[in-house]
């Protein structure tokens, strides 16, 4: 996971880096403060995700392998300026982890309702293209889940007397529109610690490659 949240860090350099050097050449404003006279933009978004958890307890830390999952929901895009929107929406995302180790396989799967509140730069390239990179924090509660195992045993519940159902952080986002359809990538970096006993911590990370369309 750290590997990809390298990769998308480099990639909103990279696309600010370009953007800047378009604005440059095209001697516009590279953020501009005049208000925007867009609409508020509605849009459903849908993707894979690439999901694990971290955990320690006693000195003791745990990364298990990403979990693949999914996620579908409605956006909304709020404008505040020319060049910074209010983005919003809500999701249904499944998280979680799976460990493989000697021949056993475990696997987490939550599912969470998800809602981001995110500042959003844009820089329009074209009357039909636009970077857009967005920052903020999400609250997520959870709503389903299951441990499964491969060894026979019975699944169970996720959300059980040791796991909040609650989970909150902070993500971190880049995309591009073309026209009304929407490509991009977004990385939450759970922050709450999900485990009710405080003894250890438990926490969510996932990334994401989502589609979608503008209405």
């Known amino acids: 996971m750290k590997k990809f949240l390298l990769v998308l860090v480099c990639a909103i350099v990279c696309t600010s880096i370009a953007s800047a050097q378009y604005a440059s050449d095209a001697s516009s404003s590279f953020f501009s403060v005049q208000?925007?006279?867009?609409?508020?933009?509605?849009?459903?978004?849908?993707?894979?995700?690439?999901?694990?958890q971290t955990a320690s307890s006693d000195g003791y830390s745990f990364s298990p392998k990403n979990n693949v999952g999914f996620n579908f929901g409605v956006s909304v895009d709020i404008p505040m300026m020319e060049s910074l929107y209010l983005q919003s929406g809500l999701y249904?995302?499944?998280?979680?982890?799976?460990?493989?180790?000697?021949?056993?396989?475990?696997?987490?799967?939550?599912?969470?309702?998800?809602l981001p509140i995110l500042a959003s730069y844009r820089y329009n390239f074209s009357e039909y293209t636009q970077l857009q990179v967005n920052f903020g924090p999400y609250l997520a509660y959870g709503i389903a889940g299951k441990y499964k195992w491969d060894d026979g045993d019975d699944d169970e519940d996720y959300f059980n007397d040791d796991i909040k159902k609650?989970?909150?952080?902070?993500?971190?986002?880049?995309?591009m529109i073309f026209g009304h359809i929407f490509v991009g990538i977004n990385y939450d970096l759970g922050l709450t610690n999900i485990l009710k006993d405080s003894e250890g911590t438990l926490k969510n990370k996932c990334l994401s490659i989502n589609v979608g369309y503008n209405f």
């Open 35 to 52: 208000r925007s006279d867009e609409p508020v933009t509605f849009g459903i978004r849908g993707g894979v995700n690439f999901a694990k």
């Open 92 to 114: 249904y995302t499944v998280k979680g982890y799976k460990l493989e180790e000697d021949g056993y396989t475990e696997k987490a799967t939550p599912s969470y309702l998800e």
């Open 166 to 175: 609650f989970d909150a952080g902070l993500a971190i986002g880049a995309g």
